[in-house]
């Protein structure tokens, strides 16, 4: 499942994302066993890393 969502992740890199879209897809086939025990220990304990509950919100006026 992560396999297929780093797939399809779009090229652009989120400007508050420290890694580029394009290492990650490049580098995830030697880290998706890392990463992967990184995500299920976040769910298992119900931690979230501080670093990663940054959000950037834009208003777009309607028309």
Avoid: W
Avoid at 24 to 30: A, G, P, T
Avoid at 47 to 62: E, G, H, I, N, S
């Amino acid at each position: 499942m992560i396999r297929k969502v780093v797939s399809e992740l779009k090229p652009s890199t989120c400007s508050l994302d420290p890694i580029p879209t394009p290492f990650l897809k490049n580098v995830f086939n030697y880290l998706s066993e890392e990463l992967l025990c990184i995500v299920n220990h976040s769910l298992f304990t119900g931690t979230f890393p501080d670093a990663l509950k940054t959000a950037r919100q834009t208003t777009y006026q309607k028309k």
